[in-house]
C-alpha cells in the first residue's frame, strides 16, 4: 500500500502600509489584476471560472485555468490555479489563498500557493521566483490606488 505524496508550498508574506481595502481592489479587479499578474476575467464570485492568460511557453499554452473557492471581502481569497492545454495534461494543479490581515502599518498579506507534488519541483520553484516579482508589482499598484 502507498501513502499519499506530501505536498508542499509557496509562501509569501509582505507588509503594505496600505488599508486592507486598497489591497482588495487590487486582488478582485479584473482590470487591476491585468497590471500586476496576467490578463484575466476574474470575477470575486464563489463558484467563478476564469482564466489567467500569459505568453505561451515550451510545455505549456500560457493560460491557467482557475476557479473562486472562497471569497471573504477584505480578508481572504482563494482559488484553484490549474495549467491548461494539452501540454498541461496531468500538470500543475494548485490552490492560491490570500489572506489580509490588519497590522500597524497598514495591511500584512500572506499568500500561500498549496498542492506542490514531487513531480511539480521545477514549478514550485518557479513559482517561488514569480510571485517576488508579483508582489513588488502588487506593491507598486496598491500604491498608487
Given amino acids: 500500500m502507498s501513502t499519499p505524496e506530501e505536498s508542499r508550498s509557496v509562501v ?11 489591497v482588495w481592489r487590487a486582488l478582485t479587479e479584473s482590470a487591476l489584476i491585468d497590471d500586476w499578474l496576467m490578463t484575466n476575467d476574474f470575477v470575486p464570485v464563489v463558484g467563478h471560472k476564469f482564466q489567467l492568460r500569459t505568453d505561451p511557453m515550451p510545455h505549456w499554452n500560457g493560460v491557467l485555468e482557475c476557479e473562486v473557492l472562497e471569497v471573504a471581502p477584505h480578508r ?7 495549467s491548461s492545454g494539452a501540454e498541461a495534461a496531468g500538470g500543475l494543479k494548485t490552490v492560491v489563498e490570500w489572506t489580509l490581515s490588519p497590522s500597524a502599518t497598514g495591511t500584512l498579506l500572506r499568500m500561500e500557493q498549496s498542492g506542490f507534488l514531487g513531480k511539480d519541483e ?9 510571485w517576488q516579482k508579483y508582489f513588488g508589482k ?8
Fill in 12 to 22: 509569501v508574506e509582505r507588509d503594505m502600509p496600505h488599508a486592507p481595502s486598497k
Fill in 76 to 82: 481572504r481569497l482563494v482559488y484553484a490555479w490549474c
Fill in 122 to 130: 521545477n514549478n514550485r520553484r518557479g513559482a517561488e521566483y514569480g
Fill in 138 to 145: 502588487l506593491q507598486d499598484l496598491v500604491g498608487v490606488l
